[in-house]
């Protein structure tokens, strides 16, 4: 199942197929163009369920919307470029041949290749090559996975470059039946001693082998970049969110079409269970082994949820009626076409599929989301949005910047 990555009006709702998130903005009574030659093979789903959304939402101000966002969550720097470097890698490649060290010393981090031999024979998976091994600890510092007792212990006093046997006694309660208990030989060969990465200390090579960059600025300019790209889509949607939240307040949901939110939980659940127990497994009994709760509780927690995802939709279902928002086709095929590339699909009907019951479903529930996109849109675009200075709190009355 492929995660879907657009972005939507919503949070996460499902129609029966979706593993992600991705919520399904109910239906659009004011837009006709939503399901002109649209015909769903489902006629239980939620998609299908007729209402005027003038029945349900009672507007407020849309149009004066006015929202406050701290410039400090979006700005880069020097220090964030070297923290995200840092974490780079710390992630990906945590150390580096110490060529000052030529004798392994206790609390060392060596680089070996190894061979596992139990009565002289190799088993298997006991050999492996280019292991990182913590003296200090026992264990692979990169994986987070420990040694069995005693295992790097021949290490210490070994020079680079040499080969060293080392006998073993695997633990009784080891995973291995055939080696809980039993004596064996590792044969190492000491490849390198290692030191941690430092972020000061990394040269031209280091950059091109592990992250394929030239030089080291280029190197942190493509970081730079990369976060300055990071911040100011987090700007569009911690705006889009601040305005769902202004106007969820400004605007009154009096009801849901009925049987819509019914049908939505059948719909979530369904496609959670699809996803998850496609082996046959209850859906009881996973939720319960994995997430330690019962499918009654499941249920409760999806149909708040996939409630307030319903509320949200009908506001902007019925902002786009007032506005007379229009579909139109050119726009939608851009629209999925960034679902294909963001989500790795390869056909505009695999998306439809994935986001409906079935291919035309999914269609229709995706023409309303765009159409309900086009209708936030509208809203975000005529809204204040203020930003407080970096030095200053939210909510403090000297202003940095003001856009609108």
């Not at 489902?42 to 004066?64: C, F, H, Q, R, T």
């Not at 996975?145 to 080969?163: A, W």
């Not at 060293?164 to 060969?189: I, S």
């Not at 496609?271 to 499941?298: A, H, I, P, V, W």
Request: glycine share 8%; hydrophobic share 30%.
């Amino acid at each position: 199942m492929k995660r879907k990555t657009v972005s939507i009006l919503l949070v996460c709702t499902a129609i029966a197929a979706i593993s992600g998130c991705g919520s399904k903005p109910g239906n659009n009574s004011g837009t006709e163009a939503l399901t002109e030659g649209t015909e769903t093979g489902n006629p239980n789903a939620s998609i299908n369920i007729e209402y005027n959304v003038d029945d349900y939402v009672k507007l407020g101000d849309y149009k004066n919307v006015e929202v406050t966002l701290n410039e400090a969550d979006y700005q880069v720097n020097d220090e964030t470029v070297k923290n995200y470097v840092e974490q780079m890698i710390s992630y990906y490649s945590p150390y580096q041949t110490d060529e000052s060290k030529k004798v392994v010393e206790k609390g060392d981090v060596v680089n070996v290749n190894y061979v596992g031999k139990k009565d002289g024979e190799a088993f298997k998976d006991g050999t492996a090559d280019n292991q990182l091994i913590d003296t200090a600890t026992n264990s692979n510092p990169a994986m987070g996975t420990g040694y069995i007792e005693g295992f790097s212990d021949g290490l210490i006093g070994v020079n680079v470059g040499d080969t060293v046997d080392w006998d073993v006694t695997f633990p009784e309660d080891y995973g291995n039946e055939e080696l809980k208990g039993q004596k064996a030989t590792f044969t190492f060969t000491v490849n390198s001693i290692q030191k941690p990465v430092k972020a000061d200390e990394i040269d031209d090579k280091f950059v091109k082998e592990n992250f394929g960059a030239e030089t080291v600025d280029a190197f942190y300019s493509d970081i730079r970049s990369y976060l300055d790209q990071e911040a100011e889509a987090k700007k569009v949607s911690d705006t889009r969110s601040a305005v769902i939240n202004v106007l969820t307040e400004r605007c009154e949901v009096t009801g849901y079409p009925e049987g819509m939110l019914d049908a939505r939980l059948d719909e979530y659940v369904e496609g959670f269970r699809k996803q998850y127990c496609s082996d046959g497994t209850e859906l009881g009994e996973f939720l319960e082994k994995n997430y330690n709760m019962t499918q009654e509780d499941f249920e409760n927690e999806s149909r708040e949820y996939l409630e307030t995802n319903l509320k949200q939709e009908l506001i902007f279902e019925a902002i786009a009626k007032k506005e007379k928002v229009e579909f139109d086709q050119e726009g939608f095929n851009q629209h999925v076409s960034t679902i294909m590339s963001n989500g790795g699909f390869a056909t505009a009907e695999e998306v439809y599929e994935s986001y409906g019951s079935d291919q035309a479903s999914g269609e229709k529930y995706l023409k309303r989301v765009y159409v309900d996109n086009k209708a936030l849109s509208l809203v975000v675009d005529q809204a204040k949005v203020t930003y407080t200075k970096a030095e200053e709190p939210q909510g403090t009355e000297a202003v940095q910047d003001t856009q609108q």
